[in-house]
Antibody, heavy 115, light 111 residues
Framework: QLQLQESGSGLVKPSQTLSLTCTVS??????????WSWIRQPPGKGLEWIGY???????NYNPSLKSRVTISLDRSKNQFSLRLTSVTAADTAVYYC???????WGQGTLVTVSS | QSALTQPASMSGSPGQSITISCTGT?????????VFWYQQHPGKAPKLVIY???NRPSGVSNRFSGSKSGNTASLTISGLQSEDEADYHC???????????FGGGTKLTVL
């Protein structure tokens, strides 16, 4: 059974960079034609797709975040990562990693942007 | 503001059927059979209950079904049970952004 687990800093200061990693177990980020996604959910609000990376390294980002987002794949560690620069309070959310269009999800991690 | 439109809340009694709608455009729901539905209980990650309009993942109850007509997709839950009380989110592939877009979510209350 594929499992995903987010890790990273839960508190980030405004204007700094948010960094999260998703570790995949029970399967490989390099196998199949799957995309690996980051999705977030601000407190009390709906879901927002941040972007995804394919095992080929191809990426696609939400246009509203594109200038600040980087998603990358580390095949040796079976992980993929999210970097979001110049964060503000509006970036406070639970961040989820997922495979494809959400066949499998991590449990989510709350990231708070505050000084 | 979400790209797809869902009712903010709905309610039903145990045993009843309920249908949640998700309205988009010809650039997303209307143009592709890539509509997904997720169930999310409080404090939990979303769980896929319908993929590609009307397919159920293994292990999902057959009380959940999906359909699409034009630019609107629907999730029907039959024989409502208390455990169905949750938030439901729809998503679709969008050619406008070549990315997935979500609805705002529907809070389902089982009375």
């Amino acid at each position: 059974q594929l499992q995903l687990q987010e890790s990273g800093s839960g508190l980030v200061k405004p204007s700094q960079t948010l960094s999260l990693t998703c570790t995949v177990s029970g399967g490989s980020v390099s196998s199949g034609d799957h995309s690996w996604s980051w999705i977030r959910q601000p407190p009390g609000k709906g879901l927002e797709w941040i972007g995804y990376v394919y095992q080929s390294g191809y990426t696609n980002y939400n246009p509203s975040l594109k200038s600040r987002v980087t998603i990358s794949l580390d095949r040796s560690k079976n992980q993929f990562s999210l970097r979001l620069t110049s964060v503000t309070a509006a970036d406070t959310a639970v961040y989820y990693c997922a495979r494809g269009a959400g066949t499998y999800w991590g449990q989510g991690t709350l990231v708070t942007v505050s000084s | 503001q979400s790209a797809l439109t869902q009712p903010a809340s709905m309610s039903g009694s145990p045993g009843q059927s309920i249908t949640i709608s998700c309205t988009g455009t010809s650039s997303d729901i209307g143009g592709f059979d890539y509509v997904f539905w997720y169930q999310q209980h409080p404090g939990k990650a979303p769980k896929l209950v319908i993929y590609e309009v009307n397919n159920r993942p293994s292990g999902v109850s057959n009380r959940f079904s999906g359909s699409k007509s034009g630019n609107t997709a629907s999730l029907t839950i039959s024989g409502l049970q208390s455990e169905d009380e949750a938030d439901y989110h729809c998503s679709s592939y969008s050619s406008s952004s070549t990315l997935w877009v979500f609805g705002g979510g529907t809070k389902l209350t089982v009375l």
